[in-house]
C-alpha cells in the first residue's frame, strides 16, 4: 500500500469512530434476510443510527480549526476547493444516512403489523424490497469509505508538498 493512500495513526484515530460505524453497518447489511426480517431491519436500523452520531462528529471535525482537514494547505486554491467539496459530501451522506434509516425503520413496523394480522393473499400493503435498501446502503457506504480516503490522500498531498516531497 502507497503511503499516500495508508492512513497516518493520528489520521486512523480521528476517522475510528466512522470506520467503526461503517463496518458495523456492512455487518449488518451482510445478515441474511428471509425469515429474519424484522431482527435484520432492527440491526440496520441500529447500525446506521451509529453511522449517523459517527458521521456527525466526523462532519464536525472536518470543520473544526484543528480537526482531520485542519492540515490542509487552504493557501493552495485547488487543495482548498477540495477540501470544501469534502466537507459539503458530508452534509449529503447524512441525509442518505437519515432517509435509509427511516426506510428500514418503515419496513420494521410493515413486519411488525404483518405478525399481529392474519396472514391475507391479496389486498396487502406494499412490499418491503430488502435487497434495494441493501444495495443503497452499500452504495451510502462505499461513497462514504471513499471520501474517508480522499480527505486523507489530501492531508497526506498536502503534507508531502508542504515539507517538499513532492518536488
Do not use: Y
Not at 45 to 65: F, I, M, P, Y
Not at 119 to 141: L, P, S
Request: one cysteine or more; charged letters at 30%.
Amino acid at each position: 500500500m502507497s503511503l499516500i493512500t495508508k492512513p497516518s495513526h493520528s489520521l486512523q484515530n480521528k476517522n475510528e469512530p466512522l470506520t467503526q460505524a461503517l463496518d458495523r453497518t456492512i455487518q449488518a447489511l451482510a445478515a441474511e434476510v428471509p425469515g429474519q426480517e424484522r431482527r435484520w431491519a432492527e440491526s440496520v436500523a441500529e447500525a446506521l443510527a451509529c453511522l449517523d452520531t459517527a458521521l456527525r462528529q466526523h462532519r464536525a471535525d472536518a470543520k473544526s480549526v484543528d480537526g482531520l482537514l485542519a492540515e490542509v494547505d487552504e493557501t493552495r486554491p485547488t487543495l482548498a476547493r477540495q477540501a470544501n467539496a469534502l466537507r459539503s459530501d458530508h452534509d449529503e451522506f447524512l441525509k442518505q444516512v437519515v432517509s435509509l434509516r427511516d426506510e428500514v425503520l418503515r419496513a420494521r413496523e410493515a413486519f411488525e403489523r404483518s405478525a399481529n394480522l392474519p396472514r391475507k393473499t391479496e389486498g396487502a400493503g406494499g412490499v418491503v424490497d430488502f435487497g434495494a435498501i441493501r444495495q443503497q446502503a452499500e452504495k451510502v457506504v462505499t461513497a462514504l469509505k471513499e471520501n474517508m480516503e480522499a480527505e486523507t490522500k489530501l492531508v497526506m498531498e498536502s503534507l508531502s508538498t508542504d515539507i517538499g516531497v513532492g518536488d
